[in-house]
């Protein structure tokens, strides 16, 4: 699912070039959300429901009002600025269900329906929808304490297969551009045709439950304080409305007889300044809930000293020689894909390094440098002997109820057999299922593995392919524990294991055992393309998650052509460390432009 078929395309090419209460009641804001909201806001904070049904909010720092759910005004008190514009809430429906295959139901009057509106408190209050289709509550409510306007949506229907509700934002200023962490942050516009009509799904492709609608100077925030790793998606625009956002909360798989979805809390709130103000309030929360000042304890001190990276290294001993001519190697990560004795994506779980590639692992130890060999944190072959003990663990897609994983055919990526015959016989096509990390004994197999060959290699650092593959599944739930819930758990018992680690993605999920994040370009592009060059400059997950994790890049880095200049440009303007890509130490005695740029901005 995750990085279908172009990155695992180019990965494996360059491999084989190589040889290698209400819930905003019940979870008030921490009380160190950052400096400015440690103490308590002063200034007015109420609630009113006029007698035509409109819920007039004011915090300290905003103005707001909401009518038949939707929100119609939302004004900072600091500058004046409005940030939603006029529409018709007749025409339209605040909240919806959301079924499979994208299938929206309005829940409002559109249908048949009425829409009601009741104080309950100085601070709270309740829309209440009945429709022909389905009926549902959106509570609203005033956060003294941060100044948040907090919406709470939930919506049910007769009809089995209910996936999400959505609460829908409209009128969204036409000048507020969205800034998001899709694949490690973008800002565009609203109508770009990168964000119309477009649908993220949390924590895989929308990073961190967070969305920031900026002007330019100052803007408002919407986000929702989750510990508990529920499932939720941002849902941008339309075909027809570009200044929409949507706002998914997702019930848990299986969803086949689900009636019901509920239960976020999303918080919005105005800011002055630049992203940065919503997005710190935002890491401040994510420290605080999760504990994470504990976590920059354990980081290795050489962390934030490193200058440069290699993705996909061969395991070429003369690359190292020729590349500590030039760059001290304390300095310099190296993720190092094909070390084993068993090809590349072939006999999952077994790790054991060929003769060669513990030959390179030593001389790269001697000579300083921090290399990471290659494992998978969730997959196995199913040719190997662990997976007729895990096999009924298998992700299983939450609507089609497919099998998630991948096989190869002419360099194309297909989905795994359904045959339990054709997934035992296809090893050339390098079938690879994914396991529920969930569960204990799949923790419990790939943890010893890597403890051994560690023990083995003398291996300080590792890298987990896939890490960032968690998704909703039909199969949700493992020993109680989502498949994003089990890679966290899973990140830090190897980090337990007294290794650095590194991974594929970088989400607000597992980041939090992670030293370093193999991270990918938005929609991962081959071919210089203009829309590439526009989504990048906005570093916002480095931003929320650097002071723990260091980024780096991924494939296509070796600045041979303008496409590889540009990938490697977006890359360290997103905030990864400068990255190159190459297959022989004579890339770095004689190398291109942007191989000559990473060593030289090492060497400073």
């Known amino acids: 699912m995750a990085m279908k078929s172009d990155p695992e395309f180019s990965r494996r090419s360059f491999v084989r070039a190589a040889g290698v209460v209400p819930a905003a009641l019940a979870q008030p804001a921490p009380a160190l959300v950052s400096a400015s909201l440690s103490r308590r806001r002063e200034g007015k904070t109420q609630l009113s429901v006029t007698s035509d049904g409109v819920i007039q909010a004011?915090?300290?720092?905003?103005?707001?009002?909401?009518?038949?759910?939707?929100?119609?005004?939302?004004?900072?008190?600091?500058?004046s600025e409005e940030y939603i514009t006029g529409f018709d809430t007749g025409k339209f429906d605040a909240l919806q269900l959301v079924y499979g295959r994208g299938e929206?139901?309005?829940?409002?009057?559109?249908?048949?329906?009425?829409?009601?509106?009741?104080?309950?408190?100085?601070?709270?209050?309740?829309?209440?929808?009945?429709?022909?289709?389905?009926?549902?509550?959106?509570?609203?409510?005033?956060?003294?304490?941060?100044g948040d306007l907090v919406a709470e949506p939930s919506a049910f229907s007769s009809r089995p297969g209910v996936r999400a509700c959505r609460w829908r934002l409209k009128g969204l200023r036409r000048d507020l551009k969205l800034v998001a962490p899709f694949f490690q942050g973008v800002s565009l516009n609203l109508d770009d045709s990168l964000m119309r009509s477009s649908h993220w799904d949390w924590p895989h492709r929308w990073e961190a439950g967070l969305a920031i609608l900026q002007a330019s100077s100052g803007g408002f925030s919407v986000h929702t304080q989750d510990d508990r790793y529920r499932y939720k998606a941002l849902h941008v625009g339309s075909d027809d409305d570009p200044y929409m956002i949507g706002l998914d909360t997702e019930a848990y798989g299986p969803i086949d007889a689900n009636l019901a979805a509920g239960g976020l809390a999303w918080r919005i709130n105005v800011h002055q300044g630049d992203w940065k103000?919503?997005?710190?309030?935002?890491?401040?929360?994510?420290?605080?809930?999760?504990?994470?000042?504990?976590?920059?304890?354990?980081?290795?001190?050489?962390l934030h000293a490193l200058a440069m990276a290699i993705s996909w290294c061969p395991g070429d001993i003369a690359i190292l020689e020729s590349l500590a001519k030039q760059v001290d190697p304390k300095k310099v990560l190296i993720h190092f894909s094909?070390?084993?004795?068993?090809?590349?994506?072939?006999?999952y779980p077994t790790y054991v390094a060929s003769e060669s590639a513990a030959a390179f692992l030593a001389r790269a130890h001697e000579m300083g440098f921090h290399v990471m060999p290659h494992f998978n944190v969730v997959e196995t072959d199913p040719n190997h002997p662990v997976y007729a003990q895990v096999r009924d663990f298998q992700y299983r897609d939450i609507e089609t109820k497919k099998l998630y994983g991948w096989s190869w055919v002419d360099s194309r990526a297909i989905g795994?057999?359904?045959?339990?015959?054709?997934?035992?016989?296809?090893?050339?096509?390098?079938v690879m299922v994914k396991i529920h990390p969930g569960?204990?004994?799949?923790?419990?197999?790939?943890?010893?593995?890597?403890?051994?060959?560690?023990?083995?290699?003398?291996?300080?650092?590792?890298?987990?392919?896939?890490?960032?593959?968690?998704?909703?599944?039909?199969?949700?739930?493992?020993?109680?524990?989502?498949s994003t819930e089990g890679v966290n758990r899973l990140i830090h018992e190897i980090a337990g294991l007294g290794l650095s680690v590194g991974a594929e993605g970088l989400n607000e999920t597992f980041f939090q055992g992670l030293s370093?994040?193999?991270?990918?370009?938005?929609?991962?592009?081959?071919?210089?393309?203009?829309?590439?060059?526009?989504?990048?400059?906005?570093?916002?997950?480095?931003?929320?998650?650097?002071?723990?994790?260091?980024?780096?890049?991924?494939?296509?880095?070796?600045?041979?052509?303008?496409?590889?200049?540009?990938?490697?440009?977006?890359?360290?303007?997103?905030?990864?460390?400068?990255?190159?890509?190459?297959?022989?130490?004579?890339?770095?005695?004689?190398?291109?432009p942007a191989v000559k740029r990473a060593l030289d901005r090492a060497r400073r």
């Open 416 to 430: 795994v057999p359904e045959s339990n015959a054709s997934r035992l016989n296809h090893r050339r096509e390098k």
């Open 439 to 482: 569960l204990t004994t799949w923790r419990s197999i790939l943890c010893s593995r890597i403890q051994e060959a560690a023990r083995q290699n003398t291996l300080r650092d590792v890298f987990v392919d896939v890490a960032l593959n968690t998704f909703n599944l039909h199969n949700c739930l493992v020993e109680n524990m989502t």
């Open 516 to 592: 370093f994040a193999q991270v990918h370009l938005f929609r991962n592009p081959r071919g210089a393309t203009d829309w590439l060059e526009r989504t990048g400059g906005c570093p916002l997950n480095s931003f929320l998650f650097g002071k723990l994790c260091r980024s780096f890049g991924y494939s296509g880095l070796s600045g041979r052509n303008a496409d590889e200049e540009l990938r490697a440009q977006v890359h360290e303007a997103n905030g990864a460390l400068p990255t190159i890509t190459i297959r022989s130490a004579a890339e770095i005695t004689d190398p291109t």
């Open 338 to 347: 094909s070390w084993r004795t068993d090809g590349y994506d072939e006999n």
């Open 277 to 302: 103000v919503p997005a710190e309030r935002y890491r401040s929360w994510l420290w605080e809930a999760f504990s994470l000042a504990r976590e920059e304890q354990r980081r290795e001190p050489w």
């Open 104 to 146: 929206t139901v309005d829940v409002g009057e559109q249908k048949f329906g009425k829409v009601e509106t009741r104080k309950i408190s100085d601070h709270r209050a309740e829309v209440i929808f009945q429709n022909w289709d389905g009926d549902g509550v959106i509570t609203i409510s005033v956060d003294p304490a941060s």
């Open 58 to 79: 004011e915090t300290p720092t905003l103005l707001a009002r909401i009518e038949k759910g939707f929100l119609t005004s939302l004004k900072s008190k600091a500058s």
